[in-house]
């Protein structure tokens, strides 16, 4: 990676960082605002956060051609524009349409910018360096939210709705930031796609068929909804609902553990890349799935012993730990392999496909863990996630089975490339 590319990419994460930074201050709280806050519901709520798949459903399918035609600049530019003028009108509506409208807006908005930033990450890194690049990436976004959970929770009151708005404020705010950031970056003319593998042998040429057509590229998107929607959509609604109604932690002690999460994030991020670097993706994401079943056992136990409040929060606060842990072990695997398996001149249409998976998983997440907190189905909420963590640890050792040494293990498959004969010493001439 050359001096300028390295330069680039540390503003383009950057700049992420920040917007993250405004996005902590209000994902903890957007199910308990919208339900409690603004008293419309806890059926309201969920509505409201699926309203950000609704808005991928629309923006996804048609970003990932933009990109690839006219390239990641100007998608990100109006996606920042949506989201920060989304997240302004969260903050000031007090209805249930005008939440809807907005929470759309803002979905929309978030859609479109992952896609782009993601591309950019790939246009400014190699293989060698791609999964590093997602991983500091991902390290520095976590550490940005995780810091606005911690002093988003400090000011948070649900009995003063101004300060709620103020929250939304500071994320409409931060996105323009990242913006602003984003403007001064300069991104390469050429595409750096030297080691992306054209999809499966004899898959059609052309877009959504071709996408659609690749079967290990199928078995990712389905992974990925299962792991968006085990994890990340659980946090802003049954996770949260959870520690507060059965667990009986306080709304400031969720912003704790959030910020244990990117605290365990900041902490093991680069470690556990030196340790999967190397490794098979396939078996470090089913690692994965069962790192998360014992997250989700351990929230469970917290809800047994609330009488016992020290342990019952030690136990919901490793939950969030242990997801941290695991969202480590996967930013340096699946970002880099939707890379990897991307034509080069799909790269945006694959990020776009993949960044939908995500949406609607992040999104349904939040509406089914609303419904089951809302009828007070604890046991069975708990159970269904047990089950989806280990569904992934399935899913994952059956997507290995459909990848190539290369994409599985690229720097394994690297090695082996080279010839023997650069390292053979010199047969000396007999004299």
Known sequence: MTTAMGATLR??????????????????????????????GATTAGAVLAAFAAAALFV??????????????????GGV?????GALGLGMASSGPSVLAAAALMGAGVAVIQPALATMIVWCSTTATRSRAFATQFFLNNLGMGVGGLLGGQIVDKHRPGTFTTLFCVESVMFLVLAGVLLTVKLPKAVSMDASLPGEAGAPRGGFRQLVSHRAMLLLCVMGFVLFFTCYGQFESGL??????????STSTLGVALFANTAVIALAQF??????????????????????????????????????????????????????LGEAMLSPTVAPLVADLAPSRMVGQYNSAFALVKQLGVAVGPAVGGLMAAQGAYVAYVTLLVACSLGITVLAFWLGRHLTPAQDNPLRAAKAAVPATAVERPVPVAT
Do not use: C, K
């Open 11 to 40: 503003r383009i994460q950057l700049g992420n960082a920040l917007a993250a930074f405004g996005s902590g201050f209000t994902v903890p709280y957007l199910f308990l605002y919208v339900a409690q806050v603004r008293d419309l």
């Open 60 to 77: 996804l399918p048609l970003v990932g051609r933009v990109i690839d035609q006219r390239g990641p600049m100007p998608v990100a530019m």
């Open 81 to 85: 524009a949506a989201a920060s003028s």
């Open 240 to 249: 949260p609902a959870y520690g507060v109604e059965v667990t009986g932690i």
């Open 271 to 324: 470690v556990v890349l030196r340790l999967v670097e190397g490794r098979r993706r396939s078996r470090v994401v089913a690692l994965v799935g069962l790192v998360w079943t014992v997250a989700w056992l351990a929230a469970g136990f917290s809800g047994l012993v609330p009488h016992v409040q020290a342990v019952a929060t030690a136990l919901l606060i490793s939950t969030y730990m242990l997801f941290g």
